[in-house]
């Protein structure tokens, strides 16, 4: 069993920062792409920023010049250094990420619970 677990979200001033975590456990193998996405209410969840295994990232236009994606492989773990936020940036925020588990061939992607963002002006 996968799981994924975020954590550092919470209230903060417009102009302010946060920094979520996503840690993943369980019978892992290897983990390919790791993500974050963002829903706000009545809205399409959407990419907030994405790494690959080899570190490469991608980024959202909103997200672009003030956050950044990193990961921390020996932890099975990835992060969103959020800066400059805005009550825009407000929603519930979603790691997801692209697992081989243990005795599984091929790779499967995994979401957490999601934690919350919001952003007062």
Do not use: H
Request: hydrophobic share 35%.
């Amino acid at each position: 069993q996968v799981q994924l677990v975020e954590s550092g979200g919470g209230l903060v001033q417009a102009g302010g920062s946060l920094r979520l975590s996503c840690a993943a456990s369980g019978s892992i193998f290897s983990i390919n792409d790791m993500g974050w996405y963002r829903q706000a209410p009545g809205k399409q969840r959407e990419l907030v920023a994405s790494i690959g295994s080899d570190g490469r990232t991608n980024y959202a236009d909103s997200a672009k010049g003030r956050f950044t994606i990193s990961r921390d492989n020996a932890k099975n773990t990835v992060y969103l250094q959020m800066d400059r936020l805005n009550p825009e940036d407000t929603a519930v925020y979603y790691c997801k990420a692209r697992i081989n588990p243990i005795a599984f061939v091929a790779s499967y992607e995994y979401w957490g619970q999601g934690t919350q963002v919001t952003v007062s002006s």
